[in-house]
C-alpha cells in the first residue's frame, strides 16, 4: 500500500506560479514513476506530467515549456513546478504512483486526495 499527500496548491493571478509537492510513503519500489494530473470540473482527469526513478520525464504538449517535474527518489517526494499559469488551468490536481512487483505482473497505481489550484484572470 502506498499513501501519497499533495500540498502547494492555492490561488494564484493569470501567469503567476506556483509549486506542488508530493510525498509517497507505505510500500515504495525502487523503481516507479510518480506524476501529477488535473482534473476540472465537467472534465476528465489528463495526464500533466510524469517522472520516472530512472529520471525520464513525460509532459502534456499543453504544459511543455511552462510546467518542470522534479523528484527526490531519497526522499520517495516529486514537485511540479507551474509557471506562466492560465485560467483554463483550474482545477484540482492529483499526485499519481505507480509500480510493478515484476516485469510480467500488473501495474499497480494510486492516488492522492488532490490539491485546488485556482488562477484567477
Known amino acids: 500500500q502506498v499513501q501519497l499527500v499533495e500540498s502547494g496548491g492555492g490561488l494564484v493571478q493569470l501567469g503567476g506560479s506556483l509549486r506542488l509537492s508530493c510525498s509517497a510513503s507505505?510500500?515504495?519500489?525502487?523503481?516507479?514513476?510518480m506524476g501529477w494530473y488535473r482534473q476540472a470540473p465537467g472534465k476528465q482527469r489528463e495526464l500533466v506530467a510524469t517522472?520516472?526513478?530512472?529520471?525520464?520525464?513525460n509532459y502534456a504538449d499543453a504544459v511543455k515549456g511552462r510546467f518542470t517535474i522534479s523528484g527526490d527518489n531519497a526522499k520517495n517526494t516529486v514537485s511540479l513546478q507551474m509557471n506562466s499559469l492560465k485560467p483554463e488551468e483550474t482545477a484540482v490536481y492529483y499526485c499519481?504512483?505507480?509500480?510493478?512487483?515484476?516485469?510480467?505482473?500488473?501495474?499497480?497505481?494510486?492516488w492522492g486526495q488532490g490539491t485546488q489550484v485556482t488562477v484567477s484572470s
Open positions: 507505505g510500500t515504495i519500489f525502487s523503481i516507479n514513476v
Open positions: 517522472i520516472t526513478t530512472g529520471g525520464s520525464t
Open positions: 499519481n504512483y505507480k509500480h510493478r512487483r515484476a516485469y510480467w505482473s500488473r501495474q499497480d497505481e494510486y
